[in-house]
T-cell receptor
Framework: KAGVTQTPRYLIKTRGQQVTLSCSPI?????VSWYQQTPGQGLQFLFE???????NKGNFPGRFSGRQFSNSRSEMNVSTLELGDSALYLC??????????????FGPGTRLLVL | GQNIDQPTEMTATEGAIVQINCTYQ??????LFWYQQHAGEAPTFLSY????GLEEKGRFSSFLSRSKGYSYLLLKELQMKDSASYLC?????????????FGTGTRLTVIP
C-alpha cells in the first residue's frame, strides 16, 4: 500500500506570493492533518480534515487555509507569504478521527523557502 | 495551553541504553506518542501509551505516568542507525480531534 505523498517536495517563493501544497493520504484513510515544522518551534499543528470538513484548527493566522476533497486528498494554501513561513510542511493521514490510539502516518513533507 | 518538554540533544554509545524523557502539561490527555525522525525524512510511529506503565516493542520501550505528566522512551542495544530525532507528542482530550501536540524533539547521536 502506498504511503502518504506530498507535492511538491521543494518550493521557493518570494514574500507576498501565495502557495498551494498537496497531500494524498494512504488509501482508505479519511483523516488528514497538516503540521508546520521549524527548527525553533518543532512540529506545530495547523488543521485537520475529515470527510471534507475541517474538524480542528491550530493557532495560525487566517493566511493559512486548507480543504479536503471527496477522495480525501487535501490541499493547504498560504497567502501573502512571509519570511517566517519558511518551514517543512508535513501532512499526516489516519483511518478514523474518533479513536484515541489511531496512529497518524506522515508524508515526506514539502520544504518551503520564502525569500 | 499545551507544554511539552524534552531535552534538545543527547549522545550515547553504540550498544548502550539511552532514556529520552518527556514531560507534558496539556488541557486534557488522550494518549502519548513517540515518533522517530531521521534528518530529511518523515516522522515514523514508534509507540503509543494511554495507560500508566511500560510498553515494550523490541529494542524500544515507552513508559507513561499520567499523574506525573511524564513519559520516557528507552532504546536498548543502540545502533548507529538510531541516530535521529525523537519526538514526543500528546493528543488532547477533544472529541473527534486527531491533532497532536509535539515537543521540539530530542536529537540523539549514537557514537561508535
Amino acid at each position: 500500500k502506498a504511503g502518504v505523498t506530498q507535492t511538491p517536495r521543494y518550493l521557493i517563493k518570494t514574500r507576498g506570493q501565495q502557495v498551494t501544497l498537496s497531500c494524498s493520504p494512504i488509501s482508505g484513510h479519511r483523516s488528514v492533518s497538516w503540521y508546520q515544522q521549524t527548527p525553533g518551534q518543532g512540529l506545530q499543528f495547523l488543521f485537520e480534515y475529515f470527510s471534507e470538513t475541517q474538524r480542528n484548527k491550530g493557532n495560525f493566522p487566517g493566511r493559512f487555509s486548507g480543504r479536503q476533497f471527496s477522495n480525501s486528498r487535501s490541499e493547504m494554501n498560504v497567502s501573502t507569504l512571509e519570511l517566517g513561513d519558511s518551514a517543512l510542511y508535513l501532512c499526516a493521514s489516519s483511518l478514523e478521527v474518533v479513536r484515541a490510539q489511531e496512529t497518524q502516518y506522515f508524508g515526506p513533507g514539502t520544504r518551503l523557502l520564502v525569500l | 495551553g499545551q507544554n511539552i518538554d524534552q531535552p534538545t540533544e543527547m549522545t550515547a554509545t553504540e550498544g548502550a541504553i539511552v532514556q529520552i524523557n518527556c514531560t507534558y502539561q496539556t488541557s486534557g490527555f488522550n494518549g502519548l506518542f513517540w515518533y522517530q525522525q531521521h534528518a530529511g525524512e518523515a516522522p515514523t510511529f514508534l509507540s503509543y501509551n494511554v495507560l500508566d506503565g511500560l510498553e515494550e516493542k523490541g529494542r524500544f520501550s515507552s513508559f507513561l505516568s499520567r499523574s506525573k505528566g511524564y513519559s520516557y522512551l528507552l532504546l536498548k542495544e543502540l545502533q548507529m542507525k538510531d541516530s535521529a530525532s525523537y519526538l514526543c507528542a500528546v493528543r488532547g482530550r477533544q472529541t473527534g480531534a486527531n491533532n497532536l501536540f509535539f515537543g521540539t524533539g530530542t536529537r540523539l547521536t549514537v557514537i561508535p
